[in-house]
């Protein structure tokens, strides 16, 4: 079963139905048992960054989600919170990637929104497509680049469009809007053994 995190950002449902697409059973819950029972655990997020994780500290899911053990996926909010410290709100993060969170420099149009190609390493949720191909953005911050970044993004600058340490992954971009190039990454995801 794969455990969709349940909060006060958006995006949640539009996940699940990328998931029901591909014959995925999934659940939404903020339950700390249901995520920690599940294959694999999701955490979406479109919304703003401080009020989120004020939602997340009273549920107890900033503690829980990095004491996880089995793969999860940050999308879009969610890898921003999963990153140690955020502009937006002048939030503190989970500190699971110890890069920081920026807003993206005033000379370009911002939010970033729509089509844009990355271009990556070896990554396993990367497998069977081709390099340079286009995902769907829709973010005002953005993640550094670093030792975990395994794919980049640029607009305006470089910036990491996905990133990994361990069992934990993440991606600026909604693999969930992405069209059959989003979908095979979701499936890679649930494949991971």
């Known amino acids: 079963?794969?455990?969709?995190?349940?909060?006060?950002?958006?995006n949640v449902s539009s996940v699940q139905n990328a998931l029901n697409r591909l014959k995925i059973d999934s659940v939404i819950t903020d339950d700390p048992e249901q995520i920690l029972k599940a294959d694999k655990v999701i955490f979406p997020?479109?919304?703003?960054?401080?009020?989120?994780?004020?939602?997340?500290?009273e549920k107890?899911?900033?503690?829980?989600?990095?004491s996880l053990k089995q793969p999860v996926l940050g999308i879009c909010l969610g890898m921003q919170l999963m990153c140690k410290g955020n502009e937006e709100g002048n939030t503190e993060?989970?500190?699971?990637?110890?890069?920081?969170?920026?807003?993206?420099?005033?000379?370009?149009l911002v939010p970033h929104m729509g089509w844009n190609t990355v271009s990556g390493k070896d990554f396993s949720l990367f497998a069977e497509?081709?390099?340079?191909?286009?995902?769907?953005?829709?973010?005002?911050?953005?993640?550094?680049?670093?030792d975990f970044t395994t794919s980049v993004c640029n607009y305006i600058l470089p910036f990491s469009a996905s990133l990994q340490k361990d069992n934990f992954?993440?991606?600026?971009?909604?693999?969930?809007?992405s069209g059959?190039?989003?979908?095979?990454?979701?499936?890679?995801?649930?494949?991971?053994?």
């Open 180 to 193: 059959s190039i989003g979908s095979q990454i979701l499936t890679n995801f649930i494949n991971l053994s």
């Open 169 to 177: 992954y993440a991606m600026q971009f909604h693999p969930e809007k």
């Open 129 to 146: 497509i081709e390099n340079e191909s286009d995902v769907y953005f829709v973010h005002s911050y953005y993640c550094e680049l670093s």
């Open 1 to 10: 079963m794969i455990a969709i995190i349940k909060y006060n950002g958006g």
């Open 60 to 66: 107890g899911l900033d503690v829980l989600i990095p």
């Open 45 to 57: 997020g479109v919304g703003e960054a401080s009020s989120t994780m004020k939602v997340l500290k």
């Open 93 to 108: 993060g989970m500190g699971i990637f110890d890069i920081n969170v920026k807003r993206f420099p005033p000379q370009g």
